[in-house]
């Protein structure tokens, strides 16, 4: 059952997640939470000829794993929600079209593991799924294409610029499982007229600051309430320009918050400036970190606030600014 709590929040029942897992590429493998995903790759191309088709195959993987983790066939699954972060999220279209199963392109750029686990957990709260995927991925080398400029360039990296994650995660919404979904607030854009393709987390902050007041302000509560606070790789300058915004707030208790970006990279010996970026870094996250401590018991309630730059190579040559977005998810622990 869904239901509207406040101006801006769903509260949910009926939607769990059954199992998850995770894909990472090589530098994802070697920095801190190396030991946490289910599969990794020493070669980024992942044995293909170029590196969108590396990225779909890590989203396959990432899904065949979750699959494989509760013995459920792709017949078993009544939609599939993806997304990436290339044009007409060609990632998701060709990493998913072998498996037959209802297809819900999402984009919310990097918050896009948030959308499609908050759009899953609605479709199997209401009724019109028993089962659904969420997933999305990210890849370094062909986000740096898109966006920025081809690797062959060698250009010089800003220290405000982040590293995109080369990873997958996935995640399996059904009626039962080990984790409930509680809550899900779906973001309003925020654009405070940042410009810099580089200094994304300053673009994505207010937006994480904002629906995490919208959700506090709607359930009434505070970070007090929960045991650990993750926004999506907002890295070290968005995450501390969010933890700034929310102490204007006067919110309390931000000891409890912290940054995918800046868990998924050791920043002082992987070179990663400010931190890690990208649909895959909060996915791989979530589904190699933070869900798992909810199943051990370390974490009994969590927040999970994906954030994303919703900008394209055509809008950033137009010289447009860079809208932010956030969407949260509210898990606990059965």
Request: aromatic letters at 8%.
């Amino acid at each position: 059952m869904i239901e509207r709590i406040g101006q801006y929040t769903l509260s949910v029942s009926g939607a769990c997640l059954a199992s998850w897992a995770s894909a990472v590429g090589k530098k994802e493998s070697e920095g801190p939470l190396g030991s946490c995903f289910d599969k990794t790759f020493s070669d980024n191309t992942l044995g293909q000829d170029s590196w969108e088709k590396a990225e779909a195959l890590l989203q396959k993987t990432a899904v065949e794993t979750a699959l494989g983790k509760c013995q459920l066939p792709p017949k078993g699954i009544d939609f599939i929600l993806a997304g990436d972060l290339l044009n007409q999220c060609i990632s998701s279209t060709f990493g998913l079209r072998s498996f037959g199963i209802p297809f819900l392109g999402q984009y919310g750029a990097c918050s896009t593991m948030a959308l499609t686990l908050g759009m899953a957990s609605v479709l199997v709260g209401c009724g019109a799924a028993r089962r659904a995927a969420a997933v999305t991925s990210s890849h370094f080398c062909s986000a740096e294409r898109q966006f920025r400029l081809p690797l062959e360039y060698g250009g010089q990296r800003t220290p405000t610029a982040q590293w995109t994650a080369t990873a997958s995660g996935c995640v399996i919404v059904a009626k039962e499982g080990p984790v409930e979904v509680e809550h899900v607030t779906f973001g309003r854009i925020a654009d405070l007229g940042i410009c810099d393709a580089a200094n994304m987390g300053a673009a994505m902050a207010p937006s994480a600051a904002q629906t995490l007041l919208d959700f506090f302000s709607d359930t009434h509560t505070s970070p007090l309430d929960y045991d650990a606070i993750f926004t999506g790789d907002l890295g070290a300058v968005g995450s501390s320009l969010c933890r700034e915004l929310l102490e204007k707030e006067n919110v309390t208790g931000l000891e409890r918050y912290q940054d995918c970006g800046m868990l998924l990279f050791d920043r002082e010996k992987q070179d990663v400036h400010a931190g890690g970026s990208g649909c895959g870094c909060s996915a791989s996250v979530l589904c190699g970190y933070i869900l798992p401590k909810l199943v051990s018991g370390e974490y009994h309630e969590v927040l999970f606030a994906a954030t994303g730059a919703l900008m394209s190579p055509t809008s950033s040559q137009q010289g447009e600014s860079i809208p932010g977005i956030c969407h949260l998810v509210h898990l606990k622990a059965v």
